[in-house]
């Protein structure tokens, strides 16, 4: 690959939403054809901010559709952020970011996780909610992330 390729792929990875880490899934409804109902755990590593990562939970779908990706994920999920190491913040934030996205339909559904900064408390958020192209679901979750010390640095 040449150099010039090479770079530019690395600069379009950059901008681009996290990709999830699957942790693990347990089984909600048992369904005799097809996969089973489930909720996932995935994890996420802020793109932009080291030492914080994310963890949401989500709901599923089974079935014959499931198995083959044409089912409409529920919106309902769950947000849980966390410190993990020392953070750095980038010099220049954006006031709201989509950090991760998963798509839960293959018609334009997705969870969508976004990152805010509240510079009064020092605080990161991270709040997910679902959308569609035409309409969303009120349904979201968030999630702080104060930033403090870590281990003497």
């Known amino acids: ?80 952020c966390r410190q993990i190491g020392p953070i750095t913040l980038p010099a220049r934030l954006s006031e709201d970011e989509i950090v991760f996205s998963n798509d839960t339909s293959i018609f334009f559904k997705e969870t969508d996780v976004h990152r805010f900064f509240d510079h009064k408390r020092n605080v990161l958020i991270y709040m997910a909610i679902s959308r569609k192209i035409i309409e969303g679901a009120p349904a979201n979750a968030i999630s702080t992330v104060p930033i403090q010390p870590w281990g003497g640095k």
């Open 1 to 80: 690959m040449k150099p010039a390729a090479l770079l530019l792929a690395a600069f379009s990875a950059l901008s681009l939403p996290a990709f999830a880490e699957e942790i693990g899934c347990a089984t909600t409804t048992w369904k005799l054809i097809g996969a089973n109902h489930r909720v996932c755990i995935y994890a996420y590593d802020d793109p932009k901010i080291s030492g914080v990562t994310c963890h949401v939970s989500q709901a599923r779908t089974g079935g014959i559709k499931g198995s083959i990706g044409l089912a409409e994920d529920p919106s309902q999920f769950s947000l849980a």
